[in-house]
């Protein structure tokens, strides 16, 4: 089972807590492009927070297959046999290196950042190719 940290989902919280305190403060000062700006900032990032806590587990699998996040909350169970491929997508940009996981299901193109899983997609893609076969 594989989860978002739940450091990172306070984080969020915490700054859609300081956009919203940035919105209050710049409408108070009568700054309208920074309310514009600080109160979808607070409201995305919010949301992202309120995702996290509510749906930690973004992958988990079992003897029978994955199950994986569906849309903001849901959830969608894959058989193995409907998993056709596991990859790991490596990118170099700016001297940094990031890896998403990819899980090809046929019909769905499941992608997973190593924030929301918790850990390297490579050692996750491992473990799957083992408990797939």
Known sequence: MWRVRRELAV???LGALVCAGLAVFWWAAGDV???ILAVPAAVLVGGMGLRDL???VRL???ASGITVVHGFAGRRHVPWE???DVKVDVRRRY???SEMLEIDTGDHLHVFSAH????SP???AAELRRRGT
């Open 11 to 13: 984080f969020k919280i």
């Open 33 to 35: 492009r920074g309310v």
């Open 54 to 56: 509510l749906v930690p």
């Open 60 to 62: 988990a699998a079992d």
């Open 82 to 84: 409907a998993v056709e």
């Open 95 to 97: 001297g940094l290196r």
């Open 116 to 119: 929301e899983l918790g850990a």
């Open 122 to 124: 490579t050692e996750v």
